[in-house]
């Protein structure tokens, strides 16, 4: 696939600055593009890497405040991050093929509802009365167990296991090896029996256009539901505890986790690494640093880091006294 700057900008509905006559075979990151391709700017601090840049064209936003040069161009957008998107979709490879809708290797009990334009591929298990929305995509060696329902557009990557009684919506993305709806960790102490298991009869369920990374966790309510509302992006290696509930486009970053019982609101932002105790609430438009540790509820529109967590700016003043008091005692 090959596309001229201004077949690209039909798309984007920019604004062109320059020209090219080069043909634009991919996207590329600026420092290691080729003369063939197109790359972005989506902070000013970026511009000084154009010059060595062997990209033709770039995306860029319309604060730029360097030229192009000659035979290349740039296209001008409000937001170069999201143009970019679209330029990745223009190029973006097939997905893997089915050369049949639904694979004879998979295991599809006489109960489930299978809509029209759904794939199923092979080694995969869908249990009794699970129903499968339209055009739903589910790769290879996934499991689906009983009662589970999975709405339209929904794609499910391999080796993705979804428990039974779990729901999740339209256009969702489970990526490879994800667990939905594993019990909870329950268990409590008992002198006759060590540690007794406390039963996790809830589910899961999972709102609209959420996507969840790979390898990672959402574990079943242990009375009603853990709830992730529409919109949400979960990273790879994430752990959402039983009984937690998230607002709507909720994001959290690789490794981070929330224990039993935590409510998020809308719009949370949690950074990689970060861990939120059991119970704790924090507010709309929060933002929790990478690595930092909730311990107790968190108001809206706060930003916290460290351990244990602390407004932002305290934190970042507090590290600045112990570096100084530290540097001094070398002296």
């Known amino acids: ?19 090219t006559s080069i043909k634009i075979t991919a996207p590329e990151q600026l420092e290691l593009a080729s003369t063939s391709e197109i790359s972005f700017i989506g902070n000013k601090k970026y511009e000084k ?12 936003n319309e604060n730029i405040s360097i030229e192009p040069g000659e035979n290349r161009a740039f296209i001008k ?3 170069a991050d999201l143009a970019m998107s679209q330029v990745l979709e223009l190029f973006a490879p097939p997905t893997p093929l089915f050369h049949t809708e639904i694979h ?3 295991i599809i009990d006489a109960t489930a509802i299978i809509a029209n334009g759904t794939r199923i591929g092979a080694g995969c298990y869908i249990g009794p009365k699970v129903q499968l929305g339209e055009n739903v995509t589910i790769y290879p060696n996934v ?4 009662e589970c329902t999975i709405g339209k557009n929904t794609i499910i990557w391999p080796g993705a296991v979804v428990r039974e009684r779990c729901h999740i919506g339209n256009d969702c993305i489970i990526h490879p090896n994800a667990t939905i709806g594993a019990d909870g960790f329950g268990f409590r102490p008992c002198p006759e029996r060590g540690l007794v298991k406390i039963p996790q009869i809830g589910n899961v369920v999972i709102g609209n256009g959420v996507e969840i990374g790979a390898n990672s966790c959402v574990d079943r309510g ?3 539901s853990t709830v992730l509302s529409d919109g949400c992006k979960i990273d790879n290696l994430i752990q959402i505890g039983h009984n937690s509930r998230l607002g709507k486009f909720c994001i959290m970053a690789g490794q981070s986790g929330l224990a039993g019982s935590v409510t998020l609101g809308n719009g949370v932002l949690i950074g990689g690494s970060a861990s939120i105790t059991d119970h704790v609430t924090i507010g709309d438009r929060s933002i929790i640093g990478g690595g930092s540790g909730v311990t107790k509820d968190v108001p809206a529109g706060v930003t916290l880091l460290g351990y244990p967590a602390i407004e932002a700016r305290d934190a970042l003043k507090q590290w600045a006294i112990l570096k ?8």
């Open 104 to 106: 004879p290797n998979a």
């Open 77 to 79: 957008v409000q937001n």
């Open 143 to 146: 499991t689906i167990l009983d």
């Open 49 to 60: 890497y154009w010059e060595t840049s062997k990209a033709c064209a770039a995306v860029v």
């Open 222 to 224: 242990k009375f009603s």
């Open 324 to 331: 100084r008091l530290v540097n001094e005692s070398k002296k």
């Open 1 to 19: 696939m090959t596309y001229s700057i201004q077949e690209i900008n039909e798309v984007l509905k920019g604004t062109i600055v320059g020209d």
